[in-house]
């Protein structure tokens, strides 16, 4: 079965430094992309950065990289340079396509990051 | 566009009340899906839908019913509810085809079930 596993439920980084945020992945089907998504107080999901299970180099999208180890089944994320307003809710997502066409869209528990001044 | 809306953005009902989460979007997206936020739990899914008229259930399906009559138009609904039922929902959509495709979501119902 797939499974996302996000096991920071809190984490504190001190501004301008960069953070790392772990997840692990485990899925049977051939295909999968891995995300992250960003929730702010405010409620809404913000898009990240996606990294697809066939890219040979981990995705990287301003101050955010993915650091995509397929053989250990991780996605961290890692922001650079962190921001007060990088502080919020992060989940890791996996969208897989199985052999019969079926799709699955599956999230983690979340870290909640809080950037220090 | 607008993107992904749902209405309404704050609910409270009593127990055995039923009631319909409204969800739309303007980019013609073959996949919408409705998730629950709860507290230490992450998104999970209730129910998806690949198409119109194409409608299957997620992870935490009871309680709840949906349809899919057209592309745009993806409304949730809750049967009886219940105070278990408490919880941030929102609504998503995808577009069909490729793994890259992020899920672009509404700004969620707040509904608290008394």
């Known amino acids: 079965a797939q499974k996302i596993t996000q096991t920071q439920p809190g984490m504190f980084v001190q501004e301008k430094e960069a953070v790392t945020l772990d997840c692990t992945y485990d899925t049977s089907d051939p295909s999968y992309g891995l995300f992250w998504y960003k929730q702010p107080s405010s409620g809404e999901m913000i898009f990240l950065i996606y990294q697809g299970s066939y890219d040979q180099q981990n995705a990287t999208e301003g101050r955010y990289s993915l650091n995509f180890q397929k053989a250990r089944k991780s996605a961290n994320l890692v922001i650079s340079a962190s921001q007060l307003g990088d502080s919020a809710m992060y989940f890791c997502?996996?969208?897989?396509?199985?052999?019969?066409?079926?799709?699955?869209?599956?999230f983690g528990t979340g870290t909640r990051l809080k950037v220090l001044a | 566009n607008a993107g992904v809306t749902q209405t309404p953005k704050f609910q409270v009902l009593k127990t055995g009340q039923s009631m319909t989460l409204q969800c739309a979007q303007d980019m013609n997206h073959e996949y919408m899906s409705w998730y629950r936020q709860d507290p230490g739990m992450g998104l999970r899914l209730i129910h998806y839908?690949?198409?119109?008229?194409?409608?299957d259930q997620g992870e935490v399906p009871n309680g709840y019913n949906v349809s899919r009559s057209t592309t745009e138009d993806f409304p949730l609904r809750l049967l009886s509810a219940a105070p278990s039922q408490t919880s941030v929902y929102f609504c998503a959509s995808l577009p069909q085809g490729g793994l890259g495709n992020e899920q672009f979501f509404g700004p969620g119902t707040r509904l608290t079930v008394l």
């Open positions: 839908s690949v198409g119109a008229g194409i409608t």
């Open positions: 997502a996996m969208y897989s396509l199985s052999t019969s066409g079926t799709y699955k869209y599956i």
